[in-house]
């Protein structure tokens, strides 16, 4: 499985269909299914405070990320490896 940060530099708007998975490490992640089948998370620290995402000289409010997973739950996990990692403080 793959997982690719996305930062982008303006703002973009919570998908009204993003599923509350969990809170963890301090992050809130939330992951919907795209219409073509694609699973997508909006990550944002729980506090709401801005993510700084590995590399990156600027902080987010939110980050984007497209997943190359099976289902919801394989997708969390993926995103649970990213944020171990190091990915985003």
């Known amino acids: 499985m793959r997982c690719r940060l996305e930062p ?7 998908p009204t269909d993003a599923n509350r998975k969990a809170d963890y490490k301090g992050f809130t992640i939330r ?13 944002t620290k ?9 590399g990156q000289n600027e ?3 939110m980050i984007p990320v497209q997943l190359d997973s099976l289902g919801r739950d394989k997708a969390f ?5 990213l ?5 985003m403080t």
């Not at 982008?8 to 919570?14: F, G, I």
């Not at 992951?31 to 990550?43: E, V």
């Not at 506090?47 to 590995?54: L, V």
């Not at 996990?77 to 490896?81: D, I, S, V």
């Open 59 to 61: 902080s987010f409010d």
């Open 46 to 54: 729980a506090d709401g405070s801005k993510i700084k995402a590995a």
């Open 31 to 43: 992951i919907f299914k795209t219409p073509d089948g694609l699973w997508r998370a909006i990550i």
């Open 77 to 81: 996990e993926e995103l649970k490896r």
């Open 8 to 14: 982008l530099p303006y703002h973009c708007a919570m």
């Open 83 to 87: 944020i171990d990692a190091g990915g």
